[in-house]
């Protein structure tokens, strides 16, 4: 499980006897996956004194920790310090986790300091940050500790978990004069002492430089702790024989001040504190920012320090980051962000999913209280209106696209372009999804317009980092370092459910016979499916990867205590096979996990799978009574609001409120509120202990997982209907959720695979399917080659194929041809991606030229006088054709889209009824395909589907836009009121098609906003069509309503803003047509203080 670098970290250790060092790492391995699937066999119970194998490897673990802890303590000045500290903590840590009591406390006593205190500062002492972050939360003082004791083990945990501000505001306690005990007076004295070095090394590591105590710095840690080093340990005089000298000794106090006098060097020299101001930024605001940044994270771990000693803050200097998961991006990114910020820049942030957008505005608020963070998440009131970016502005590529269209001046002043997760260029297989090509033409666009911005490309999935970097090194003509460090401060056991070959067989053949006796079944009888029982294994690696077929390189270790039910499938010839009824297995494993209390995250192929195996999890575990607390409160409130009833909600909660279902779901169906609280619910350490996750949780996310369990190599595919094998990126990111730094630095991931596997132990056989599985698991974090979005489609476009799919997508995308201009745009855009990139570097000339002038060529032609070529760019701003926005500008002119916003959508969908097919070009045609199922995918063309679909949205839309639950939607669209569920087509309607109706219902004045431009008109756009996007994608239907919708912000819900815009709408004044936003808010702002006086004069 440990990366190369720690690996050779272990292996540096010194040389003791029995010691194998070249094997250590793996017998670290070994014996943190034998705790782990021993605590989850015994589902948390603690070892039973008769298990003498774990007892065993107690034992062993123990002599390594003493002897690597000795020789860190005595020898601080070996090279290989480092290798025996960071030994000696992980077995520490490994015995703790074998133990697990939770009565354990803490101690730095006269005889001796308690595993955990050694175990958090040996880890310090190995720059394990992480490791020493979750070491230090073990660090727990006794009920009955005196107090300068308890003061001394909360300063060493802060220390560790980087709350430097606590430990230098605690309040000092004095030593009790009135104790008659002198060996304790002493021994407090020594604590003291102690306690004051810990918060002067605090104190030490807040400061920009040391000082001298009269200058206003504070008196070294160092001082004090050789002090109590020296006051420690004193010759008895006249004891002992001639040439012996006797020790007076405090062995607690002196072995934890020899393990601090080696600790304080090293950590002031990763103090962020410490990092040196960039070029061109003001001093004492770099210094602002690094204050408030080591509030929360105040070490730089080894490649963040690499970055900074390369030029990575240096303005002109770009990057591409490609750290494992857990590995440090944010921090790096949160310092390149800060530079760009002093130095009066602009920055953007493109991340790929609108919880994403959410996550990071929240994070760098933290860090930057004083700046204007905006999550522009599609939040534009009118398309007419001025495009005003914040000094950080986050947002995803597609909107960034979009604005990019709309407003490129608004753009102007940016100095740092950052993309998250940026293997979201790679091109996905079934050709659909426009999302790479989207990320693509953003940063093309963006550096085209903005040419002296940085570039911050990050992913932990990115393999070929130092092709990505030398392509926007091309592309800027600046500096761009390649930051592939494959360290990582996490670490993940990684194996697969096996069932014993023996076993297999056997009911294999059962199977076999059942055939033959029940040759008219489909499917096998009750009584021989509740036979099909086996044991399962793990089977894990004791390398990072699955590198070997060497048996010695894994362990095959029990996870549960007794068999469990495996199901059947039926081949197309008849016979009958085993599956793994994976969620089953996966879950029965998830309540043993949780028993043993550790957070467990379970990834399942469906939404249906989601919600069943939560269902299920109650039977599994004694139930446990989680309260909500405030904000979780509001966030169930709201979503019980937006749904119609707590009925209709995920989660199901008891009668009292409280939550006793022991688990919850995470997927694409929860609304935003419900997503907030499960996953709220989940990080608590009190809340619950599984989540049973769809894939879409696996992007980026942070959610504190000890364990991660993987319930089948394969995900169902909308598109193709069927089951589709998991790239290895996607099964990889998952596994990588498994540990999290400062929460559980190791992990434990567990893939069921979704073929039973077999291994027969006792000659090392294993299932074929494994080694489908290796050549996935082989590969380390880092293990996706990004392509280029753009070669497929140009590939396609040269081949002939212009009209459809992705390729008249990007045609309509490229930029206008300039009259007069010595260079088509659109070839200076083509000549700047990645594919020209590859094609330069591999001399392939040709295949470059003919696939740019096939693009050229193909663009679409229209012979417009010079006045109306603002259409052209209304075309590439949304992808749609000039020919269908002409549709709806001749319909402008007629004056069709006038009256309100219910009679403009009404007049939308008139149009599309005569051109039914073009809806397929407004709405994505998989969210179409999903909303209304098999007998829509079953109509011949497009043209039925598009009149099939455009008669339920006539029916659907003003329903959504009345501003009612989203259970009167689904009542429609079911056309019954009972069996609702979850509403999982409202649900649907709402996520996936109501954005797509919203960009519909904003083409109107997206037209007419260009043409005024373009004509240098002021005329004003009238409110009900500069507001009709917003007014579908809210659920409103005026832009009063949705004034009331913003002006509540969204603390209230959707229907309980339609409800206070009902309760004053009588208090409302009328507006003019044309007037701004702003003016209609104000309005409703009057009306709100108007009702509230009316409500002084109710009765009581």
């Known amino acids: ?165 606590e430990v230098v505001d605690a309040e000092e306690p004095e030593i009790d004069l009135d104790d008659n005990d002198l060996g304790f007076r002493a021994l407090d004295a020594l604590r003291l002492l102690l306690l004051r070095g810990v918060t002067n090394l605090a104190r030490q590591l807040r400061l920009r430089i040391d000082l001298e105590p009269e200058a206003g710095g504070v008196v070294p840690a160092r001082a004090l702790f050789a002090q109590v080093r020296d006051l420690a340990s004193e010759p008895i005089d006249g004891a002992g024989v001639a040439g012996e000298t006797l020790l007076s000794l405090y062995p607690g106090p002196l072995h934890l001040a020899h393990l601090l006098l080696g600790l304080e060097g090293d950590l002031i020299g990763t103090a962020l504190s410490r990092i040196p101001t960039p070029g061109g930024v003001d001093d004492n605001g770099w210094w602002q920012v690094l204050r408030r940044m080591a509030l929360q994270r105040p070490y730089l771990w080894r490649n963040h320090r690499e970055a900074i000693e390369k030029g990575y803050l240096e303005q002109g200097v770009s990057s591409a980051i490609s750290f494992p998961t857990g590995g440090g991006k944010s921090t790096l990114a949160e310092l390149k962000i800060a530079t760009a ?307 209709y909600c995920y989660m199901k909660l008891a009668a009292d409120g409280t939550l006793r279902m022991g688990a919850a779901s995470h997927h694409a169906l929860l609304l935003r509120e419900e997503r907030e609280l499960h996953e709220s619910l989940f990080r608590r350490p009190d809340g619950i202990k599984v989540l049973f996750a769809t894939s879409t949780l696996a992007q980026g996310m942070n959610l504190p997982s000890e364990v991660v369990i993987i319930s089948g190599d394969s995900r169902f595919d909308p598109q193709a209907d069927k089951m589709q094998k998991l790239e290895a990126h996607e099964l990889l990111n998952a596994a990588g959720r498994a540990g999290r730094a400062g929460e559980g630095a190791q992990g434990f ?12 132990n006792q000659n090392s056989r294993i299932n074929g399917h494994w080694m489908d599985l290796q050549a996935i698991f082989e590969q380390a974090d880092q293990c996706l080659v990004i392509d280029d979005p753009l070669k497929l489609v140009l590939d396609s476009i040269h081949d002939g194929v212009t009209q459809t799919g992705a390729s008249a997508y990007l045609l309509s995308k490229l930029p206008l041809a300039i009259a007069g201009a010595e260079a088509d745009p659109a070839a200076l855009l083509l000549n700047r991606s990645f594919s020209a990139y590859r094609a330069l570097i591999a001399a392939d000339a040709d295949w470059l030229s003919t696939r740019v002038a096939a693009a050229l060529a193909a663009r679409p032609t229209l012979d417009l006088p010079e006045p109306d070529r603002w259409i052209e760019q209304v075309s590439g701003a949304t992808g749609l054709s000039v020919a269908l926005l002409q549709q709806i500008v001749e319909r402008l002119d007629a004056n069709a889209f006038s009256g309100t916003a219910i009679e403009v959508i009404s007049a939308l969908l008139d149009w599309l009824d005569t051109h039914p097919s073009q809806l397929l070009s407004l709405a994505r045609p998989e969210s179409l395909e999903e909303m209304f199922g098999t007998p829509y995918k079953n109509l011949t063309d497009d043209e039925a589907r598009g009149k099939h679909a455009l008669s339920w949205l006539r029916k659907l839309l003003p329903i959504w836009m009345s501003g009612v639950p989203l259970c009167e939607l689904e009542k429609a669209f079911l056309e019954r009121s009972t069996n609702l569920k979850q509403c999982k087509n409202a649900r649907h309607f709402a996520s996936r098609l109501v954005p797509d109706l919203a960009f519909l219902a904003g083409l109107p004045v997206r037209l007419l906003a260009a043409r005024l431009r373009a004509a240098d008109d002021q005329t004003p756009v009238p409110s009900v069509l500069a507001t009709l996007s917003s007014v579908v994608r809210e659920g409103c239907d005026s832009p009063d309503s949705l004034a009331v919708r913003l002006h509540l912000t969204r603390s209230v819900s959707r229907v309980a803003a339609r409800k206070h815009y009902d309760a004053i709408r009588q208090h409302i004044q009328p507006g003019n047509r044309n007037e701004s936003f702003d003016d209609t808010l104000e309005r409703i702002r009057h009306a709100d203080v108007v009702a509230s006086f009316d409500k002084l004069d109710e009765p009581s």
């Not at 393999?463 to 401060?489: F, Y």
Request: with cysteine.
């Open 341 to 647: 910020l002093l130095r009066g820049e602009k920055v953007i942030f493109l991340a790929p999913t609108h919880a994403l957008v959410g996550q990071t505005q929240r994070s760098l608020k933290r860090t930057f209280q004083d700046y204007k963070i905006l999550a522009d998440v599609e939040d534009d009131v009118g398309i007419g209106d001025v495009v005003v970016l914040g000094e950080v502005t986050v947002m995803t590529p597609e909107r960034c696209l979009m604005l990019l269209s709309v407003d490129h001046d608004a753009f102007a002043g940016l100095g740092l372009i950052v993309f998250d997760e940026c293997h979201l260029l790679h091109p996905r297989e079934d050709g659909r999804s426009r999302r790479g090509l989207d990320a693509m033409l953003a940063i093309l666009n963006l550096t085209r317009i903005v040419p002296a911005a940085d570039l911050l490309l990050l992913s932990a999935m990115m393999k070929n980092t130092q092709e990505i970097a030398g392509w926007v090194a091309h592309l800027t003509g600046r500096q761009c370092l390649t930051l592939d460090l494959s360290w990582k401060p996490t670490r993940q056991v990684r194996g697969c459910v096996v069932y014993p070959a023996e076993q297999i067989n056997a009911l294999k053949t059962d199977l076999t016979q059942a055939r033959i006796d029940y040759p008219n079944h489909n499917m096998p009888p009750a009584s021989v499916k509740n036979a099909l029982l086996a044991q399962p294994f793990g089977l894990f690696s004791l390398l990072q990867t699955w590198s070997t077929t060497d048996r010695s390189d894994y362990a095959l270790l029990q996870l549960l205590t007794d068999r469990r039910l495996l199901s059947s499938g039926r081949a197309s010839g008849g016979s009958w096979y085993l599956t793994p009824n994976g969620n089953e297995t996966s879950g029965a494993i998830a309540a043993a996990a949780a028993s043993a209390g550790m957070k467990t995250l379970v990834f399942v192929q469906t939404t249906i799978f989601c919600e069943s195996c939560v269902k299920g999890y109650p039977a599994r575990v004694a139930a446990s009574q989680i309260a909500l607390n405030e904000e979780e409160q509001k966030w169930r409130t709201l979503a019980e609001e937006e749904m119609g009833g707590a009925g």
């Open 749 to 760: 991931v567990l893939l069921v695979p979704s073929k039973v596997i077999d291994f027969d």
């Open 1 to 165: 499980m440990f990366d190369p670098t720690t690996a050779a970290l272990i292996r540096a250790a010194p040389p003791l006897q029995g010691l194998d060092l070249n094997n250590l790492p793996k017998r670290l391995t070994e014996a943190f996956a034998d705790i782990v699937s021993a605590r989850i066999r015994l589902r948390g119970a603690p070892v039973e004194a008769d298990d003498e194998a774990m007892l065993t490897t107690i034992a062993e673990l123990r002599r390594i920790a003493v002897a690597h802890e000795t020789y860190t303590a005595l020898l601080p000045d070996r090279e290989n310090r480092a290798s025996a500290a960071f030994v000696a903590a992980s077995a520490h840590q490994a015995v703790s986790l074998a133990l697990c009591r939770a009565e354990t406390t803490s101690h730095v006593d006269m005889a001796a300091v308690s595993p955990d205190i050694c175990a958090t500062l040996l880890f310090l002492l190995a720059e394990a940050h992480a490791d020493a972050a979750e070491a230090a939360k073990r660090i727990v003082p006794a009920a009955d500790a005196r107090p300068i004791e308890r003061a001394l083990l909360l300063a060493i945990r802060g220390l560790a978990q980087g709350r430097l501000g």
